[in-house]
């Protein structure tokens, strides 16, 4: 069974969701990641906070080690509300494209969250040309989302519905870790 492992990276966001499952556990009570299980990890998904946040020299720098230091990862993913995307326009598709990131799974939680995901869409395609991308569309965004621009940039991304959880269960196979040190 593939081990997954949600990597907690940091925990700066602009966003303060009254149902983020951030809210439903204390940050310092995480298991930190080991050593141990990096090296028995197949998949990697980069959370927080806001990942991309980080310095972009930081957390581009941290995906590459994290990649040349274990490589039995065979998929790392970032998460994110999109507002950052922009920002990383200039080192994010070089890393898609050296295979260090396989996708990004863009959750927007608000207008500007929206707008900033459909003009890294319409301008910087190449963010998406990763293996696997998801939208997570919550049921009170459709309204918002528009799947004519999705299909227009020509990217695989697939578009999931998404309710808020109020308890966030981890699956067996998979842990939810964090770094010693936040970014």
């Not at 494209?97 to 863009?106: E, S």
């Not at 109020?166 to 970014?183: A, G, M």
Request: contains cysteine; neutral net charge.
């Amino acid at each position: 069974m593939e081990t997954i492992l949600h990597l907690f990276i940091t925990n700066k966001c602009r966003h303060d969701c009254p149902l983020c499952c951030n809210k439903l556990y204390v940050i310092d009570e995480i298991p930190v990641v080991t050593v141990e299980l990096l090296k028995k990890a197949d998949t990697v998904c980069l959370t927080g906070g806001e990942p991309l946040s980080i310095h972009p020299h930081l957390i581009n720098r941290f995906i590459r080690n994290l990649r040349n230091q274990y490589p039995n990862i065979k998929n790392l993913y970032i998460y994110t509300s999109g507002f950052e995307l922009l920002t990383c326009h200039l080192w994010l598709p070089d890393c898609i494209r050296d295979g260090f990131v396989n996708g990004i799974n863009v959750a927007p939680k608000d207008m500007n969250d929206w707008h900033i995901f459909y003009k890294t869409l319409s301008t910087c395609p190449e963010m998406f040309a990763g293996q696997s991308n998801r939208l997570y569309v919550f049921d009170d965004q459709r309204i918002k989302f528009n799947d004519t621009a999705v299909s227009a940039a020509g990217v695989l991304i697939q578009v999931l519905g998404r309710k808020w959880d109020r308890e966030f269960n981890t699956p067996e196979n998979e842990y939810f870790v964090r770094l010693p040190i936040l970014f």
